[in-house]
Protein backbone atom coordinates (compact mmCIF):
# COMPACT_ATOMS: atom_id res chain seq x y z
CA UNK A 1 0.00 0.00 0.00
CA UNK A 2 1.08 3.29 -0.52
CA UNK A 3 1.44 6.55 2.13
CA UNK A 4 2.81 9.40 2.03
CA UNK A 5 4.15 11.35 5.50
CA UNK A 6 4.98 14.94 6.80
CA UNK A 7 6.11 14.64 9.83
CA UNK A 8 5.34 18.64 10.66
CA UNK A 9 2.16 20.38 10.15
CA UNK A 10 3.83 23.42 10.11
CA UNK A 11 7.22 25.19 9.40
CA UNK A 12 8.25 28.46 10.24
CA UNK A 13 10.65 30.34 8.60
CA UNK A 14 11.97 34.31 8.48
CA UNK A 15 11.54 36.09 5.21
CA UNK A 16 15.08 35.50 3.47
CA UNK A 17 16.01 32.54 4.97
CA UNK A 18 16.06 29.08 3.13
CA UNK A 19 13.03 26.82 4.03
CA UNK A 20 12.52 22.58 3.89
CA UNK A 21 9.11 21.10 4.11
CA UNK A 22 9.72 17.20 5.03
CA UNK A 23 8.18 14.42 3.02
CA UNK A 24 8.71 10.97 3.41
CA UNK A 25 6.89 8.04 1.54
CA UNK A 26 6.34 4.27 1.25
CA UNK A 27 5.52 2.87 -1.86
CA UNK A 28 6.24 -1.27 -3.23
CA UNK A 29 7.81 -0.11 -6.47
CA UNK A 30 9.01 2.81 -7.80
CA UNK A 31 7.56 6.03 -7.06
CA UNK A 32 6.64 9.26 -9.63
CA UNK A 33 6.44 11.85 -6.42
CA UNK A 34 4.67 15.16 -6.74
CA UNK A 35 4.52 18.36 -4.66
CA UNK A 36 1.49 20.45 -4.81
CA UNK A 37 0.21 23.79 -3.21
CA UNK A 38 -3.00 25.47 -2.19
CA UNK A 39 -3.37 28.80 -1.25
CA UNK A 40 -6.24 30.25 1.05
CA UNK A 41 -9.72 29.56 -1.33
CA UNK A 42 -7.53 28.18 -4.76
CA UNK A 43 -7.73 24.81 -6.15
CA UNK A 44 -4.50 23.09 -5.72
CA UNK A 45 -1.32 23.76 -8.26
CA UNK A 46 1.16 21.56 -9.48
CA UNK A 47 4.49 22.52 -7.72
CA UNK A 48 7.47 19.83 -9.37
CA UNK A 49 7.36 16.32 -10.00
CA UNK A 50 10.04 13.31 -9.99
CA UNK A 51 10.22 11.03 -12.79
CA UNK A 52 13.22 10.10 -12.96
CA UNK A 53 16.82 11.49 -13.90
CA UNK A 54 18.52 13.89 -11.51
CA UNK A 55 17.86 13.32 -7.92
CA UNK A 56 17.78 17.57 -7.92
CA UNK A 57 14.05 18.83 -9.32
CA UNK A 58 13.14 22.03 -9.79
CA UNK A 59 10.15 23.42 -10.27
CA UNK A 60 7.53 26.51 -9.80
CA UNK A 61 8.80 29.83 -7.97
CA UNK A 62 12.03 28.95 -7.15
CA UNK A 63 11.15 25.44 -5.46
CA UNK A 64 13.20 22.37 -5.72
CA UNK A 65 13.17 19.03 -4.50
CA UNK A 66 15.66 16.38 -3.60
CA UNK A 67 14.44 12.78 -4.13
CA UNK A 68 16.68 10.44 -1.80
CA UNK A 69 15.94 6.61 -2.48
CA UNK A 70 18.17 5.12 0.40
CA UNK A 71 15.87 7.11 2.69
CA UNK A 72 12.40 7.40 0.68
CA UNK A 73 12.64 10.82 1.03
CA UNK A 74 11.51 13.79 -1.33
CA UNK A 75 11.88 17.13 1.16
CA UNK A 76 10.74 20.08 -0.62
CA UNK A 77 13.12 23.70 -0.51
CA UNK A 78 14.00 26.97 -1.33
CA UNK A 79 17.13 29.03 -1.04
CA UNK A 80 15.04 32.35 0.04
CA UNK A 81 11.76 31.97 1.10
CA UNK A 82 9.67 34.82 0.23
CA UNK A 83 5.95 36.07 2.78
CA UNK A 84 4.24 35.25 -0.25
CA UNK A 85 5.35 31.47 0.34
CA UNK A 86 2.79 31.28 2.92
CA UNK A 87 0.54 28.30 1.94
CA UNK A 88 -0.40 24.82 2.60
CA UNK A 89 2.09 21.87 1.09
CA UNK A 90 1.42 18.58 -0.10
CA UNK A 91 3.72 15.83 -0.80
CA UNK A 92 1.99 13.01 -3.12
CA UNK A 93 2.90 9.52 -4.41
CA UNK A 94 1.83 7.50 -7.43
CA UNK A 95 2.87 3.91 -7.56
CA UNK A 96 4.64 3.22 -11.27
CA UNK A 97 2.80 0.01 -11.51
CA UNK A 98 -0.38 0.78 -10.81
CA UNK A 99 -0.35 4.17 -13.01
CA UNK A 100 -3.13 6.24 -11.37
CA UNK A 101 -3.61 6.41 -8.00
CA UNK A 102 -2.29 9.74 -6.24
CA UNK A 103 -2.05 9.47 -2.73
CA UNK A 104 -1.23 12.67 -0.63
CA UNK A 105 0.01 13.08 2.71
CA UNK A 106 -1.76 15.48 5.54
CA UNK A 107 -0.21 18.28 4.13
CA UNK A 108 2.48 21.20 5.89
CA UNK A 109 1.52 24.77 5.93
CA UNK A 110 3.99 26.76 5.98
CA UNK A 111 4.35 30.01 7.45
CA UNK A 112 7.02 32.95 6.67
CA UNK A 113 7.62 36.17 8.58
CA UNK A 114 8.67 39.19 7.13
CA UNK B 1 -6.30 25.26 -21.92
CA UNK B 2 -8.81 26.15 -19.69
CA UNK B 3 -8.43 24.24 -17.11
CA UNK B 4 -10.49 21.77 -15.10
CA UNK B 5 -14.00 23.63 -14.29
CA UNK B 6 -16.38 22.24 -11.32
CA UNK B 7 -19.62 23.13 -10.67
CA UNK B 8 -21.33 23.87 -8.33
CA UNK B 9 -18.94 26.31 -6.34
CA UNK B 10 -20.46 25.75 -3.61
CA UNK B 11 -24.35 23.54 -2.30
CA UNK B 12 -26.00 23.75 0.78
CA UNK B 13 -28.18 20.61 1.26
CA UNK B 14 -30.12 19.30 4.38
CA UNK B 15 -29.19 15.74 5.55
CA UNK B 16 -31.10 12.71 3.24
CA UNK B 17 -31.40 14.81 0.13
CA UNK B 18 -29.68 14.03 -3.15
CA UNK B 19 -26.45 15.75 -4.56
CA UNK B 20 -25.13 16.02 -7.78
CA UNK B 21 -21.60 17.46 -8.40
CA UNK B 22 -20.44 17.85 -12.20
CA UNK B 23 -16.51 18.36 -13.44
CA UNK B 24 -15.42 19.21 -17.01
CA UNK B 25 -11.75 18.39 -17.10
CA UNK B 26 -8.79 19.61 -19.79
CA UNK B 27 -9.92 18.15 -22.90
CA UNK B 28 -7.08 16.64 -24.07
CA UNK B 29 -7.24 14.50 -20.59
CA UNK B 30 -8.20 10.93 -20.73
CA UNK B 31 -7.91 10.34 -16.90
CA UNK B 32 -9.94 11.75 -14.31
CA UNK B 33 -10.06 11.59 -10.49
CA UNK B 34 -12.40 12.62 -7.75
CA UNK B 35 -11.20 13.46 -4.06
CA UNK B 36 -12.54 14.78 -1.06
CA UNK B 37 -10.83 17.10 1.11
CA UNK B 38 -11.61 17.94 4.65
CA UNK B 39 -10.09 20.75 6.98
CA UNK B 40 -6.77 20.04 7.26
CA UNK B 41 -6.43 17.31 5.83
CA UNK B 42 -4.88 16.04 2.17
CA UNK B 43 -7.07 15.19 -0.76
CA UNK B 44 -8.16 11.89 -0.16
CA UNK B 45 -8.80 9.50 -3.25
CA UNK B 46 -12.59 8.99 -4.17
CA UNK B 47 -12.53 7.34 -7.84
CA UNK B 48 -10.79 7.03 -11.54
CA UNK B 49 -11.94 7.17 -14.76
CA UNK B 50 -9.67 6.49 -17.72
CA UNK B 51 -11.71 7.31 -20.76
CA UNK B 52 -15.38 6.55 -19.91
CA UNK B 53 -14.48 3.26 -18.08
CA UNK B 54 -14.32 3.69 -13.81
CA UNK B 55 -11.15 1.78 -12.90
CA UNK B 56 -10.73 2.32 -9.16
CA UNK B 57 -13.43 3.23 -6.35
CA UNK B 58 -12.18 3.53 -2.72
CA UNK B 59 -13.28 1.19 -0.45
CA UNK B 60 -13.70 4.33 1.84
CA UNK B 61 -16.65 5.59 -0.50
CA UNK B 62 -20.31 3.49 0.51
CA UNK B 63 -22.76 2.64 -1.88
CA UNK B 64 -24.27 6.04 -1.81
CA UNK B 65 -21.75 7.81 -3.67
CA UNK B 66 -21.51 6.76 -7.50
CA UNK B 67 -20.03 8.81 -10.08
CA UNK B 68 -19.74 8.32 -14.31
CA UNK B 69 -18.29 9.65 -16.94
CA UNK B 70 -20.41 9.38 -19.82
CA UNK B 71 -18.41 9.34 -23.30
CA UNK B 72 -15.37 10.03 -21.67
CA UNK B 73 -15.75 13.49 -21.22
CA UNK B 74 -17.52 15.28 -18.44
CA UNK B 75 -17.78 13.23 -15.21
CA UNK B 76 -20.56 13.66 -12.26
CA UNK B 77 -20.31 12.58 -8.83
CA UNK B 78 -23.72 11.85 -6.98
CA UNK B 79 -24.21 11.44 -3.19
CA UNK B 80 -27.80 9.91 -1.97
CA UNK B 81 -29.46 10.37 1.05
CA UNK B 82 -26.52 13.03 2.38
CA UNK B 83 -25.58 12.77 5.89
CA UNK B 84 -23.37 15.72 8.08
CA UNK B 85 -20.20 13.65 7.60
CA UNK B 86 -20.49 13.95 3.49
CA UNK B 87 -19.75 17.65 4.66
CA UNK B 88 -16.67 18.15 2.80
CA UNK B 89 -14.57 20.06 -0.24
CA UNK B 90 -14.87 17.56 -3.42
CA UNK B 91 -12.50 18.08 -5.99
CA UNK B 92 -11.77 16.83 -9.46
CA UNK B 93 -8.56 16.11 -11.40
CA UNK B 94 -7.38 15.48 -14.49
CA UNK B 95 -4.59 14.08 -15.95
CA UNK B 96 -2.65 13.31 -19.55
CA UNK B 97 -0.84 10.09 -18.53
CA UNK B 98 0.69 8.20 -15.81
CA UNK B 99 3.53 10.10 -15.15
CA UNK B 100 1.96 13.44 -15.30
CA UNK B 101 0.55 15.90 -12.68
CA UNK B 102 -3.05 15.90 -11.91
CA UNK B 103 -4.64 19.18 -12.73
CA UNK B 104 -7.30 20.40 -9.82
CA UNK B 105 -10.55 22.20 -10.34
CA UNK B 106 -10.99 24.65 -7.56
CA UNK B 107 -13.51 22.36 -5.93
CA UNK B 108 -17.19 22.19 -4.91
CA UNK B 109 -18.12 23.01 -1.47
CA UNK B 110 -20.73 20.38 0.23
CA UNK B 111 -22.59 21.68 3.33
CA UNK B 112 -25.17 19.00 5.06
CA UNK B 113 -27.41 20.75 7.82
Known amino acids: AQSVAQPEDQVNVAEGNPLTVKCTYS??????LFWYVQYPNRGLQFLLK??????LVKGSYGFEAEFNKSQTSFHLKKPSALVSDSALYFC????????????FGAGTRLFVKA | DTGVSQNPRHKITKRGQNVTFRCDPI?????LYWYRQTLGQGPEFLTY????????KSRLLSDRFSAERPKGSFSTLEIQRTEQGDSAMYLC???????????FGNGTRLTVT
Open chain 1, 27 to 32: VSGNPY
Open chain 2, 49 to 56: FQNEAQLE
Open chain 2, 93 to 103: ASSLDASSPLH
Open chain 1, 50 to 55: YITGDN
Open chain 2, 27 to 31: SEHNR
Open chain 1, 92 to 103: AVRDRRGGFKTI
